[in-house]
Nanobody, 127 residues
Framework: QVQLVESGGGLVQAGGSLRLSCVVS????????MGWFRQAPGKEREFVAA????????YYADSVKGRFTISRDNAKNTVYLQMDSLKPEDTAVYYC????????????????????WGQGTQVTVSS
């Protein structure tokens, strides 16, 4: 079955950086878009970033645009989220997500476009 495993979370001071990784197994990784979402305590899950199957198109929430970068290495079955200039409001559990179907998604930012989710990795940014 499809499995997603995130890593790279931790505690960092405001202004610092972290890089999250998500390794996917159980399918041909390079045929599918990938997304990152996050959920802060007491808040709903929100879209962070997504990348198409080829890596040629990326999508970002306005709140992270210019600070976060999503990328993928299809040879390693891995998607990354480089997070720079972190802010306390970035504190959340971060999840990677994969869709059921190959190719282009109707909406890269909607959680309903994704069928598979990782267990999440905690990111805490101190002020």
């Amino acid at each position: 079955q499809v499995q997603l495993v995130e890593s790279g979370g931790g505690l960092v001071q405001a202004g610092g950086s972290l890089r999250l990784s998500c390794v996917v197994s159980g399918r041909t990784f390079g045929n599918y878009a990938m997304g990152w979402f996050r959920q802060a305590p007491g808040k709903e899950r929100e879209f962070v970033a997504a990348i198409n199957w080829h890596g040629s198109s990326t999508y970002y929430a306005d709140s992270v645009k210019g600070r976060f970068t999503i990328s993928r290495d299809n040879a390693k079955n891995t998607v990354y989220l480089q997070m720079d200039s972190l802010k306390p409001e970035d504190t959340a559990v971060y999840y990677c997500a994969a869709p059921q179907d190959m190719g282009v998604l109707v909406s890269y930012s909607s959680g309903s476009s994704y069928a598979y989710w990782g267990q999440g990795t905690q990111v805490t940014v101190s002020s």
